[in-house]
């Protein structure tokens, strides 16, 4: 009996580990940190025999666990009190099932929010003023009570990153990602 339940916990460990990862990095941002979180969970899950739920239980589990788990080390890295609603809860936080390369690749809309997803909030509000609503940098600063210098700053990073995230992703997904943000960054 022990020896099938590691073979079904192996099974389910390589079948979620990788969509568990891409979640948490748009949590964390950092890609040693989101498969140590998600190791943890695995090591956790097994200790309390959770991976003997239903396949559709375990995967809506683990989806919560893991965001619950950034959200706890991300509490404790800063400090101080981090709210969920400073992240975004679309596409990223959706059961493993979805996750499969042909879904990915038919929805640029998709593809563009979950990149949007791993800026960190207040970068995203620039960037998004910056490109979508064609804000200038003085209008930004004025509407959010910072300086210029400051939105500079948030859309070169917000540049940075999301060039970094499409450096990290292959296949027809970065074809989309890179369309659709050299259209956005091209926009003014």
């Known amino acids: 009996m022990q020896e099938n339940r590691k073979e079904v916990f192996k099974g389910l460990f390589q079948k979620h580990y990788p969509c568990l990862c891409h979640i948490a990095y748009g949590y964390v941002l950092d890609r040693d940190e989101s498969e ?7 090591i956790n899950v097994w200790d309390k ?4 739920l239903p396949e559709k239980e375990f995967a809506a589990y ?4 893991i965001k619950n788990s950034c959200i706890s ?3 404790k890295k800063q400090g101080n009190f981090v709210s969920i609603d400073d992240y975004p809860t679309t596409a990223i936080d ?3 099932e979805i996750y499969d390369e042909v879904d990915e690749a038919k929805s640029p809309e998709n593809l563009l ?3 949007l997803a791993s800026l960190p909030p207040k970068c995203k509000e620039v960037f998004l003023m910056a490109k979508l609503k064609g804000m200038k940098y003085r209008e930004i600063a004025e509407k959010l009570n910072l300086s210029e210098k400051t939105i500079e700053n ?4 917000a540049i940075r990153l999301l060039r970094t995230y499409v450096a990290e992703y ?17 926009y003014k």
């Open 154 to 157: 948030q859309m070169t990073r």
């Open 73 to 75: 080390f991300l509490r």
């Open 36 to 42: 140590d979180i998600v190791q943890e969970l695995f």
């Open 170 to 186: 292959n296949s027809l997904r970065i074809a989309i990602i890179t369309i659709v943000l050299s259209i956005l960054l091209n």
């Open 94 to 96: 959706q059961p493993d």
């Open 49 to 52: 025999g959770k991976d003997t």
């Open 113 to 115: 929010q979950v990149a």
């Open 62 to 65: 683990m989806t919560t666990a």
